[in-house]
């Protein structure tokens, strides 16, 4: 099982990003997928993460700002990253759960699979 993360880079504040992640097998990420972000120093945080029936959920700092979405013919998640903020920089990685985490799926052990990280920089 293999997930591809792309879309990351350098912006300004106030800017937008958009991430992709793609999944090799519809199984690896039939339960739930998600991003978790992890800046220099700190510990790996949720992001947000969507359930394959479409239930998401987000992490505070990024709520009203960031949207998740996925494909599931196309075993893919997106994250729509705007108004970011220097605070948002941070190796983003994708997870995929190939059954359904339920009220866990903010916890990043509810992930059997990972992606490699793309870095998103934010300058003020």
């Known amino acids: 099982v293999q997930l591809q993360a792309s879309g990351g880079g350098l912006v300004q504040a106030g800017g937008s990003l958009r991430l992709s992640c793609a999944a090799s097998?519809?199984?690896?990420?039939?339960?739930?997928m998600g991003w978790f972000r992890q800046a220099p120093g700190k510990e790996r945080e949720i992001v947000a993460a969507i359930r394959s029936g479409g239930i998401t959920f987000y992490g505070d700092s990024v709520l009203g700002r960031f949207t998740i979405s996925r494909d599931n013919a196309k075993n893919t998640v997106y994250l729509q990253m705007n108004s970011l903020k220097p605070e948002d920089t941070a190796v983003y990685y994708c997870?995929?759960?190939?059954?359904?985490?339920?009220?866990?799926?903010?916890?990043?052990?509810?992930?059997?699979?990972w992606g490699q990280g793309t870095l998103v920089t934010v300058s003020s």
């Open positions: 997870a995929a759960s190939p059954t359904d985490p339920f009220t866990r799926m903010g916890q990043s052990t509810s992930y059997a699979y």
């Open positions: 097998g519809s199984t690896a990420s039939s339960g739930a």
